[in-house]
Nanobody, 129 residues
Framework: QVQLAESGGALVQAGGSLRLSCAASGRSFSSYAVGWFRQAPGKEREFVAAINWSGASTTYADSVKGRFTISRDNAKKTVNLQMNSLKPEDTAVYYC??????????????????????WGQGTQVTVSS
């Protein structure tokens, strides 16, 4: 079992930066891939970024590539999402999620929210124009 809690959401002006954190509790966090997803009002949840268990592999949605950076610290059981050059269209509730990488090929599905087993409650990011 893994419990996740997001923090760092806020109201920020366009062009600004925010750093979201996902704090995990439970054993074997270092065996889990972690993804960030977001959901804007009236829209479906969408993939933002993911990082594998070791931090050696990352993947990003095209819409955030070059602006967002995902990282992890397994000793601290945290995954961060550094968001720069924010745009109004980045406004959404941001969720972190975790999936155990003990099964071969799990990383191949890192962009699919249905593959994740554990989810946080979300943190609101609002970008004003």
């Amino acid at each position: 079992q893994v419990q996740l809690a997001e923090s760092g959401g806020a109201l920020v002006q366009a062009g600004g930066s925010l750093r979201l954190s996902c704090a995990a509790s439970g054993r074997s966090f270092s065996s889990y891939a972690v993804g960030w997803f977001r959901q804007a009002p009236g829209k479906e949840r969408e993939f933002v970024a993911a990082i594998n268990w070791s931090g050696a592999s990352t993947t990003y949605a095209d819409s955030v590539k070059g602006r967002f950076t995902i990282s992890r610290d397994n000793a601290k059981k945290t995954v961060n999402l550094q968001m720069n050059s924010l745009k109004p269209e980045d406004t959404a509730v941001y969720y972190c999620a975790a999936v155990w990488e003990g099964v071969a090929g799990t990383w191949s599905y890192a962009r699919e929210d249905t593959r994740y087993d554990y989810w946080g409650q979300g943190t609101q990011v609002t970008v004003s124009s």
